[in-house]
């Protein structure tokens, strides 16, 4: 996930999170990258395909693991959820949000949207050196 | 029957079933046998005036109904629904 927002820099990139919750802990097993479908600059802002989301689902389910989150990059800003992340979130999953700066990782947090869109609460993250 | 296809989050709401098989000859009578069946989802898909969340999508086999005749999408034996909610977000401000 961290290269793959490495590779995308200066643009957003996004993609799902396939893991299982163990007592209580979603743990991420594997990280999709997937096409972020923004038609403009892809600087500030991305967008996923449904179609993208529904193929993942399917994965997930054949490889017996869940769809539990997407995750997406912030360059060059920090890891906050944004009005437009809030806006265009669903409630159902753990949001991941990496921040990059100048090309390289710097930090990450997750957050759970609430289901009128209003706020975001955040997750405990873990995740170690990151550097993959 | 038909099988709508449960995403993870919200299977705490159909007692761990990852599919819901119903009898139901449009996708609108699918939805509304689902969450009357479990009556915890309602909420999570529609609205309080009843309509679909503007962040939930439904999805006929590989069709968004958008595209076919929206709740009144005719369903057939064997065929497959799916949930697919919109995700998009980014710094951009405006």
Not at chain 1, 6 to 34: F, H, I, L, Q, S
Not at chain 1, 95 to 103: A, D, L, R
Not at chain 2, 3 to 20: E, N, S
Not at chain 2, 47 to 62: A, P
Request: hydrophobic residues 35%; aromatic residues 8%.
């Amino acid at each position: 996930m961290v290269g793959h927002a490495r590779d995308t820099y200066p643009n957003e990139c996004c993609g799902a999170m396939m893991g299982k919750t163990e007592g209580g802990t979603k743990v991420v097993r594997v990280g999709v990258p997937m096409q972020n479908a923004h038609e403009g600059s892809q600087a500030a802002m991305y967008v996923l395909k449904n179609e993208d989301l529904l193929a993942a689902d399917a994965e997930a389910r054949k490889r017996g693991l869940d769809l539990i989150g997407i995750y997406h990059s912030h360059p060059d800003c920090d890891a906050y959820f944004s009005e437009t992340d809030l806006k265009n979130s669903c409630p159902w999953y753990s949001f991941v949000v990496i921040s990059i700066k100048q090309g390289d990782f710097d930090h990450a947090n997750s957050w759970l949207p609430d289901p009128d869109q209003t706020k975001a609460d955040k997750e405990e993250l873990d995740y170690g050196e990151a550097d993959g | 029957m038909a099988k709508l296809m449960i995403p993870t989050p919200l299977r705490q709401f159909t007692g761990g079933q990852d599919a819901v098989e119903v009898e139901a000859s449009t996708v609108g009578e699918a939805l509304d046998k689902l969450t009357s069946r479990h009556t915890e989802l309602r909420r999570h898909l529609f609205s309080d005036e009843g309509k679909l969340r503007s962040f939930v999508n439904v999805y006929m086999n590989d069709e968004d109904i958008r595209y076919l005749d929206r709740d009144k999408t005719a369903v057939a034996e064997g065929d497959t629904i799916s949930i697919v909610p919109s995700i998009a977000g980014g710094t951009h401000v405006g």
